[in-house]
Each structure stands twice: as C-alpha cells, then as structure tokens.
C-alpha cells in the first residue's frame, strides 16, 4: 500500500523545511520526501495549497473511559482526535477506576488496539485512586507504557509524597506532568478572580492559586533531576518561573491550551458553562504574557486539555458545572487564528509546538517527517475562514465556548501509519 502526496507545503520543524515537496509513504512508513518525485502511488492525495505537517500530538486530553462513557469513550475522543488533525493522544488517568497500575495502562493499551483511530500514550497517576495519599506503582505503569505521570485534575499536596513520586519517575525514565493548583487555597472558586467574578458574583480562583504550586513542582525538579512539564500554564508569573527554570538550565517545559491564549475573562459573557475551565481564563495581561511565552519559545507545547461533559452536566450553573471544554477539533484553527495570522509565530514554529516539541518531552521518534518515520501525517487548508460548528464535532462532548466562531484552519487529512483516518 503507498500513498503519494504531491506538490504540499511541507512544514517539518524536526528538519526545518518549509517548502513545497512531495512525500511518498510506503507500507506505512515516509518512504521519500522530495521535490517532484515520479512514482507510482496506489492512492495519489493532491496538497496543492495546503499545509502538510507531523501529525499532531497531544500531552493533554481526557478520554473518560473507563467510568463516564456518555461523556467521551476511547473510540469517540480517537475520532476527535483523527478530525483534529492529532495522530497521538496521552490520556490522564482521571477516570474510574483510575490509570494508577500496571493492569490499568495495559488495559488501557489493549483498548488502544481495538477502538482507538490514532495512537494513544496513557498518563498514570502519581498516586493510588488520585487519593494523594500513597504513591501508585510509577515503575510497573512505565514498563507496561506509561508515558509520564501526572494528578491531572489536582495537584499531589503532600510535597514530600510528590518529591518521593518524582524519583521514582526519574527511575524508570519517564517525565512528570504537573496540574498546578493548590487545593487549600483555591476554595469554591470557579472563575478567575477579578471584575468577571465579581459581576456574576462568583466566587474567584487567584494566579497565586496556580503559582505557589508552579514554583513548587520547579523546585522539587530542581532537588529531584525529574523532567518536570507544567500543565495548561494560565498566569503570567508561572511563564516567568518557566523563563527562570529554563535558564537556570533545569529539565523544565510548558504548554498551554489555545482557550487560554484566545480568551480572557472578561470575554465572558454571562453565567454560560461553556467558559468554565480549569484554570480558568485569565485576565488580559495574562493572555498576552502566553502569547509572548509562545513566541519567544519558554512555551513548548500547544495542548488541548480536551475535557469532554455531557449536556445535562454543562447545562448547570457555573457553580453547579464541572469544569472542562472539549478542544480537539478546534485546537489547530485555534491556534493558527491567534497566533499565525497576528504574526506570533511562523507556521513552521506553530506545527513544533503541536509536534516536534511534545515529541521531544515524550522521547519518542514522532513529530518528524523524515524518511523512515511512520507515516503520521496532517494535511490543512488555511485559506479560507469558517465557523466552528459543535454539531459536527465527532467527540461526545459539545461543551465549547467557541461554537460559531470565525477561524481559518481546516484539517483536510489524518494519516496515522500511512492509512488516512480522517479526510474533510
Ligand atoms: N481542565 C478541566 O477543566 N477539567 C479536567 C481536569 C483538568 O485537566 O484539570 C477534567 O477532567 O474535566
Ligand atoms: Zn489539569
């Protein structure tokens, strides 16, 4: 089987090019990347005009299966996924049962096989049942394929715990990814403090709620040597602690989520669910010091913390509502709407983020277009601008603060190992 995608706009940050070339896949491998190459394909895919990227690959989604399938299955979040231009997901464990042992990951891994469209790396957690009480097996999750681990959803408050968790990490060689947020201090808030809170009289989540425990896991990273990577970064002051890390020379990296670099708090504009998240938007000087974490390179990654709910749960009150919105398959329009057409980074520079680079936090041989990687592949349009429609969303869930939106950006094609899992 080969597949021959002729006369694209190849973007490869792995290998810097940003030219017009072809690439042939053959048996599920980049076989040749060149320009005008003259060879038979069984299936010809015509790029003229389009970008063609690594395919995606996202540190941060939630799958909610085992435990809440009518909020997202395995099956539906790898459509989401493949719709979303994403050939590689890494679940959290915060379902139920948790992803906290070694039978949980290879679970996890046998499903893979049998619903998943796209690859899926599973994140365990740092600690039994997320209970934050004793720490999960790290090395028997990382021999069955554990990716990294992580709390997502909570933050490990014992620091001693989180310390003796990290080792272990670093033991068996895989990162830690952190969700930032101390427990005690963030109370009932579920909005941003400030004057949005205050209209709706809604009780405020502070910077310093995210901050405290940002510098925190930075100087547990620095004792441990553990590769720490900082979850949907939402504040200012923990991009700056990022810049310090980074120069300080620690093994420090950051994402953020395109929701938190598109919108601020006061873009709110009523007691709609859709908007809450956690963390929750920002203020304005916040969205502007990610914008320039993004540009100037203290940011690496672009994830989507795609965090599907049902309905009836986001029909509720901000009080009332779980935190979380879907983001799969609006990252990329997302992303190249706020930060390639305003001139933040190159198009070349927007794809490292959504490839190479959390290849390079996984280490794993993705994110490339060189010959010989499998042939996971993304193919957009950016020419043309379009509303965002939930009702067309594969994922369960149609919890978006973005439905209706003007954006350009389409994925046209997903390949993963060289089979075409999504065409638009
Ligand atoms: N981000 C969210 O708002 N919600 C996530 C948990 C998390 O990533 O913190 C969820 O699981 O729903
Ligand atoms: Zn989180």
């Not at 290998?15 to 060149?34: E, L, P």
């Not at 670093?170 to 990162?175: L, N």
């Not at 309905?311 to 997302?334: H, M, N, R, W, Y």
């Not at 429609?389 to 603060?401: I, M, Q, V, W």
Request: aromatic share 6%; proline share 4%.
């Amino acid at each position: 089987m080969s597949v021959l995608i002729k006369n694209g706009h190849v973007l490869d940050p792995s290998t810097g090019t940003d030219g017009i070339r072809d690439i042939y896949v053959k048996d599920g491998v980049i076989a040749a990347v060149g320009e005008k190459l003259d060879l038979a394909a069984d299936e010809v895919i015509e790029a003229q005009g389009l970008y063609v990227m690594p395919g995606f690959i996202d540190l941060h989604v939630h799958l909610r299966e085992p435990g809440f399938e009518y909020k997202e299955t395995i099956k539906t979040g790898s459509e989401a996924a493949a719709r979303g231009g994403f050939t590689t997901i890494c679940p959290m464990p915060n379902t139920r049962p948790a992803i906290d042992s070694r039978e949980m990951v290879e679970w996890l891994k046998e499903k893979e096989k049998k619903d998943s469209l796209v690859h899926i790396l599973p994140i365990g957690a740092v600690t039994r049942g997320q209970a934050g009480e004793e720490l999960a097996d790290i090395g028997g999750m990382a021999e069955a394929g554990a990716a990294a681990i992580s709390e997502d959803g909570k933050s490990v408050m014992s620091t001693s715990l989180y310390r003796e968790g990290m080792l272990k990490a670093k033991a068996a060689g895989i990162p830690v990814f952190a969700h930032c947020e101390d427990k005690d201090l963030v109370g009932n808030g579920v909005i941003n403090k400030g004057k949005k809170a205050e209209e709706l009289q809604l009780p405020g989540i502070s910077n310093a709620v995210e901050d405290i425990i940002a510098i925190r896991d930075i100087l547990l990273a620095k004792e441990t040597g553990v590769r720490l990577h900082l979850c949907h970064c939402s504040t200012k002051d923990s991009v700056d602690f990022l810049a310090w890390a980074k120069k300080e020379g620690l093994p420090v990296t950051g994402e953020a989520c395109p929701h938190h670099f598109t919108l601020a708090d006061e873009d709110i504009p009523c007691d709609d669910s859709n908007y809450k998240m956690n963390p929750p938007l920002r203020s304005k000087e916040d969205v502007e010091a990610l914008k320039e974490g993004l540009k100037n390179g203290i940011l690496d990654v672009i994830a989507t913390d795609h965090a599907p709910h049902s309905k009836k749960d986001k029909e509720k009150s901000f009080l009332q509502a779980p935190f979380g919105i879907v983001g799969l398959e609006t990252a990329f329009a997302l992303s190249y709407t706020e930060l390639v057409e305003t001139g933040i980074l190159s198009p070349l520079e927007l794809a490292a983020k959504l490839s190479c680079n959390p290849a390079g936090i996984l280490g794993i041989e993705k994110g490339s277009l060189k010959e010989g990687r499998a042939a996971d592949i993304v193919i957009a349009d950016t020419r043309e601008w379009y509303r965002i429609d939930k009702e067309a969303f594969a994922s369960l869930g149609k919890n978006t603060p973005f439905h209706g939106r003007e954006v350009k950006g389409k994925i046209k094609y997903t390949l993963v190992n060289g089979q075409v899992v999504f065409q638009d």
